[in-house]
C-alpha cells in the first residue's frame, strides 16, 4: 500500500490494521481529497490520496478519511489525476453494466439526430464516462480512449457499438497528446468493420466528407455545430474565414448566400478538403481557400486595406496549460485586433476561444484590450457555446472549454 502523505484524521481511524480491513482495488481519500469528492468535481488529484492499493486501469472502491465507502472511481496510474469518480453509490461494480447504462443516458439526453448526420454520442466526464470520446459521423464511429481504463477495455466498447448501431466501422483515434499522460501509446487505426477513406455527413443543407482516420480531432470540429448554424444569419458581402480547417463555416456562409468566402488554413490537407466540399455543394466559384500563416495574412491583408463583411477566427488552443496563459493572451488579443482591423464598418467578427484555461473572464478582458487596440466601436452582439452535444457539467468546470464572441464593429 502506497502512502502520499500524513493525515491525522485517517490514522487515528485506522491505525496500522487499515490495510487489511479491506479486500480488493481501493483508495483512501486524505481529508481534503474528502472535501473534493463532497464537492462533486469528477477528479481527485494524487496529493489528496492517502492510500492507493489499485493497478492504473482498475475501477476502485473509494474510501472518506472514516473507513465509509463513498463509491468508485477509475485509477490513473501515471497522470496527476489519480482518480476520476464514476459513481458515488458503494455496491458491486460490473464493466459492461456501467457502460451500458451511462451510454443509454448519454443518448437520451440528446437531440435525436438523422442517420446522415455527425454527433458527439459520448462527451467523456460530461457523459459520466471519464476519459472516453465517441463520435458517429453517420454509420462510422470514432473513438478515444484518454486513460487505462478505457484502454483495456477496448473489446467492451466496439462489442456495445456493435450491438446497438450495427456501424459500418469502429475507429480509435488515439493519435493525441494526452494519451502521453498516461504512457499510453498514440495512434490512429480501425478497430472493426471497414477501412473507410471518406464518410458523407449532413448539415442543415451542407454536405461533408469526413476522414475518420486522419481528419482533424475525431475527423471534424462537431462542438462548433451549433455556431455555424446560428453565424448563417449574418452571411453576406465578403467573409474570411481564418483557420477554415475543412471549410465548416465557410461553406455554410457560402450557401446562406454570402457573396464571396475566403478561407486561411496552415493544412494542406484541410485545404484539399475544404475545396473537395466546396465543389460538392456547388458553391466552389464563391470559395477561395488557400494555405497560409493566420498573423501574416491578416498583417498583409491590413496592408492591401482589404475589407471583409464578416470575419471567422476558430483558433486552435493557444493555451493548453496555466503557464501557457500570458503568452496565449497576448497571441489572441493580437490576431483579434487584427481582425477587427479590416471588418467593414457595420459588418461582424465571430472570434472563439477552445482553450479552457483561457477563462470566460480572460477572454472578455482580451476582447477588451483588442478593441482598444483597433481604435474602432466594438459591440458585443451575443455569446457562443460550444455544441449541446458537448454537454457542460457544472461541478466539472474543465467541460467548459469552448467560448465564442459575435461582434459587431462600426468606424
Request: charged share 30%.
Amino acid at each position: 500500500m502506497e502512502h502520499y502523505e500524513h493525515d491525522p484524521i485517517v490514522e487515528s481511524r485506522f491505525g496500522e490494521s487499515f490495510p487489511h480491513t479491506i479486500s480488493g482495488p481501493h483508495v483512501i481519500l486524505t481529508a481534503a481529497g474528502w472535501r473534493r469528492w463532497l464537492s462533486g468535481h469528477p477528479w481527485v488529484f494524487r496529493d489528496d490520496l492517502y492510500s492507493i492499493e489499485a493497478a492504473s486501469g482498475d475501477c476502485a472502491a473509494v474510501f472518506d478519511p472514516r473507513g465509509r465507502e463513498v463509491g468508485r472511481a477509475i485509477i490513473s496510474g501515471k497522470s496527476k489525476i489519480a482518480l476520476r469518480a464514476v459513481t458515488r453509490h458503494p455496491g458491486p461494480w460490473d464493466d459492461r453494466a456501467y457502460f451500458e447504462e451511462k451510454l443509454s443516458r448519454a443518448i437520451a439526453r440528446r437531440v435525436r439526430r438523422a442517420p446522415d448526420e455527425a454527433e458527439r454520442v459520448v462527451c467523456a466526464e460530461a457523459d459520466e464516462l471519464p476519459g472516453l470520446i465517441i463520435d458517429r459521423y453517420a454509420d462510422v464511429f470514432c473513438v478515444q480512449h484518454a486513460i487505462p481504463y478505457w484502454e483495456r477495455r477496448r473489446q467492451l466498447i466496439i462489442d456495445v457499438l456493435r450491438a446497438r448501431y450495427s456501424p459500418r466501422a469502429i475507429v480509435a483515434r488515439d493519435d493525441f497528446s494526452a494519451r502521453g499522460l498516461e504512457d499510453l501509446t498514440r495512434v490512429s487505426e480501425f478497430e472493426y468493420g471497414e477501412t473507410v477513406s471518406s464518410v458523407s455527413i449532413r448539415e442543415g443543407d451542407v454536405l461533408f466528407n469526413v476522414d475518420p482516420l486522419h481528419g482533424q480531432k475525431t475527423g471534424f470540429f462537431l462542438d462548433q455545430r451549433d455556431n455555424r448554424e446560428r453565424i448563417r444569419n449574418f452571411a453576406r458581402g465578403r467573409v474570411l474565414d481564418v483557420f477554415c480547417g475543412d471549410g465548416s463555416f465557410g461553406l455554410h456562409l457560402a450557401k446562406a448566400g454570402a457573396e464571396k468566402v475566403i478561407g486561411i488554413e496552415s493544412s494542406e490537407a484541410a485545404i484539399v478538403r475544404a475545396k473537395a466540399n466546396a465543389e460538392r455543394n456547388g458553391v466552389a466559384d464563391r470559395c477561395e481557400f488557400g494555405r497560409g500563416m493566420a498573423f501574416d495574412e491578416l498583417r498583409e491583408r491590413a496592408r492591401r486595406a482589404e475589407l471583409y463583411d464578416l470575419i471567422i477566427l476558430d483558433p486552435p488552443a493557444f493555451a493548453k496549460n496555466r503557464q501557457e496563459v500570458p503568452s496565449a493572451f497576448r497571441g489572441y488579443a493580437e490576431i483579434n485586433s487584427r481582425a477587427m482591423r479590416i471588418v467593414a464598418p457595420g459588418g461582424y467578427l465571430a472570434t472563439f476561444s477552445c482553450s479552457y484555461h483561457m477563462t470566460d473572464e480572460l477572454f472578455m478582458r482580451m476582447l477588451y484590450e483588442a478593441s482598444s487596440d483597433c481604435h474602432r466601436r466594438v459591440e458585443l452582439v451575443e455569446r457562443m457555446r460550444q455544441s449541446a452535444d458537448h454537454p457542460i457539467l457544472m461541478t466539472h468546470p474543465e467541460s467548459s472549454y469552448l467560448k465564442g464572441a459575435l461582434l459587431r464593429i462600426d468606424s
